[in-house]
């Protein structure tokens, strides 16, 4: 099992606002960072360092963490945003890095 | 622009060995971090271990450490992913990574490899 817990799968409804939420208790001492996949796509990074956007991410991805819980939220889902949901950080003795399980994040 | 560009996709039979390839370029090679990712056909991503080019310091995962080796080439900023002795369980898409610090910022385009009798 992974040091950090996801919600397998998440819906929202298009154009609202859907949260995903991580766990882990290394996200205590360590940011989260968040990766977007696409289908047949390698991962890109959406957040880093709790609530920073690479260039050319929307303004409607932002993060938020607070004591072993990160979470990425996406306001005003777009249909594009149906994705799996990666979240990362290090793990725990800090030698190392981990990922989520994952979320796969249906837009309806 | 920040690229990395992997080697093509691999059909080994078990037992075989095999090393794999990420050039990296746009920026400084040695500056940064090298790093690797699974992804078992259907799953999520599993971090492998990363390498400084600069004097080759790497650390792997607990979950990796003596089932792969990790190594590079700074004159030509490239980095190998290799394997001694292929299980069919290795058989997954495997991305490179420059790792800025502990944080995985850009990813290669992958390679798969598949290993089947």
């Known amino acids: 099992s992974s040091e950090l817990t996801q919600d397998p799968t998440v819906s929202v409804a298009l154009g609202q606002t859907v949260r995903i939420t991580c766990q882990g208790d290394s996200l205590r001492s360590y940011p989260a960072s968040w990766y977007q996949q696409k289908p047949g796509q390698a991962p890109i990074l959406v957040i880093y360092d709790k609530n920073k956007r690479p260039s050319g991410i929307p303004d409607r991805f932002s993060g938020f963490s607070s004591g072993n819980t990160a979470s990425l939220t996406i306001t005003g889902a777009q249909a594009e945003d149906e994705a799996d949901y990666y979240c990362s950080s290090r793990g725990s003795g800090g030698n190392h890095l981990v990922f989520g399980g994952g979320t796969k994040l249906t837009v309806l | 622009e920040v690229q990395l560009v992997q080697s093509g996709a691999e059909v080994k039979k078990p037992g075989e060995s095999l090393k794999i390839s990420c050039k990296g370029s746009?920026?400084?090679?040695?500056?940064?971090?090298t790093g690797w990712v699974r992804q078992m056909p259907g799953k999520g991503l599993e971090w492998m271990g990363i390498i400084y080019p600069t004097d080759s310091d790497i650390r792997y995962s607990p979950s990796f450490q003596g089932q792969v080796t990790i190594s590079a080439d700074k004159s030509t900023t490239t980095a190998y992913l290799q394997w001694s002795s292929l299980k069919a369980s290795d058989t997954a898409m495997y991305y490179c990574?420059?790792?800025?610090?502990?944080?995985?910022?850009?990813w290669g385009q992958g390679t798969l490899v598949i290993v089947s009798s």
């Open positions: 990574v420059r790792q800025d610090g502990w944080l995985p910022d850009y």
């Open positions: 746009g920026y400084t090679f040695t500056s940064y971090w």
